[in-house]
């Protein structure tokens, strides 16, 4: 049997013929860049025909020593039967130096039939064959130079308070607002500290996307400080440095002392009294007195009942009748014995008078 070597020969190059078809081009938005600095990477695929049935998978490294990638835009269009693929990226370089970048794209190729068949039920989308390749995008050489100061980009602070003078425990209200372009995510909030204060914090708000300089937006703090006495804000500090204009940039929001006025005290509470209220005489100050002259009469009239009951407990000589002795010494208390014995047995006054003076 004789080998066919240009069978052979063709179907070892079947995959590169596949994909022949298509190149690569790169841009690069900055090649000379601070340490920080974005710069924004777009790759593009072009095809010699809509390239019916291929898929494009960029490898893009998650974590990377030299660098942090995020993907900012893809894009897909067909000019004159012909497909492009736009890929784009911002990196940041995390160190100086030169860095060479150098990323790769798998491509994957399937037949029309191949498609065709498993859309009406011919076929089993599990048994579709591709054709694969990988491909080495064009190399990115970046020159990083140092940066002083790790935020790099242009940036500004804000510090705003709700009041300048308080009362004793009524919350000062601080925001702190860290806005721009840049490498933004690398700023971290400020820690409030204060000494004999109370201090409410609230969760920094992220509001921020991304763009070819870097990440545009804010970050949010807002903390409530609530205290009985005088107190001092600390100052917020923030270096930066701008690469549009080659400066180092110190926003700063100096320190503040905080009066508290003391509690709110009656006066302040009570509105002053009318000319009308503020009298010589009032009618009222009459019922006053004679409240507390029958207040002082009924005391010592009971201060003198009591000495005369407890000194004369047997006399009993006022009372007309059984029934009407029997409901003094009710009300007197303490011969409750002796009121049952002679309601049971129906004692005459007499009898009652006779056994309270034995």
Avoid at 200 to 206: A, I, L
Wanted: aromatic share 12%; with cysteine; hydrophobic share 40%.
């Amino acid at each position: 049997m004789r080998v066919n070597l240009g069978k052979i020969v063709v179907l070892l190059l079947a995959p590169m013929l596949l994909f022949s078809a298509h190149r690569w081009e790169l841009e690069v938005s900055k090649t000379e860049l601070v340490l920080g600095e974005a710069t924004l990477l777009s790759y593009t695929c072009f095809f010699d025909s809509e390239a019916y049935g291929t898929s494009i998978d960029m490898a893009i490294p998650k974590e990377h020593d030299d660098y942090s990638i995020e993907v900012y835009k893809e894009s897909e269009r067909v000019i004159d039967d012909k497909r492009q693929n736009l890929f784009q990226y911002v990196l940041f370089p995390k160190r100086s130096g030169v860095i060479d970048v150098v990323l790769s794209a798998g491509l994957r190729k399937t037949s029309r039939e191949q498609v065709e068949n498993a859309v009406i039920g011919r076929d089993n989308v599990e048994y579709y064959q591709f054709e694969k390749t990988q491909d080495i995008l064009p190399l990115t050489r970046l020159h990083v130079k140092p940066s002083p100061s790790k935020l790099v980009g242009d940036f500004a602070l804000h510090v705003e308070l709700n009041k300048e003078e308080l009362s004793s425990f009524e919350p000062l209200h601080v925001s702190i607002t860290f806005e721009g372009v840049g490498n933004l995510n690398h700023y971290k909030p400020f820690d409030l500290e204060l000494e004999n204060v109370d201090i409410f914090t609230e969760q920094s708000k992220r509001d921020y996307y991304l763009t070819p300089e870097g990440f545009k937006g804010s970050i949010t703090q807002k903390f409530a400080i609530v205290s009985d006495h005088n107190f001092t804000l600390p100052p917020f500090l923030v270096t930066t440095f701008n690469p549009t204009s080659g400066k180092e940039r110190h926003l700063e929001f100096k320190s503040k002392v905080l009066h508290v006025r003391p509690s709110f005290t009656k006066e302040e509470l009570l509105d002053p009294p009318s000319e009308d209220e503020v009298a010589l005489w009032s009618w009222t100050y009459l019922y006053y007195f004679l409240t507390l002259v029958l207040g002082i009469f009924l005391g010592w009239y009971a201060r003198l009942y009591v000495m005369n009951t407890k000194q004369k407990p047997k006399k009993f000589s006022q009372a007309k009748d059984a029934k009407s002795l029997l409901t003094h010494l009710a009300l007197q208390g303490g011969h409750e014995k002796l009121i049952e014995k002679a309601e049971n047995e129906q004692w005459s006054l007499k009898q009652i008078e006779k056994a309270l003076n034995d």
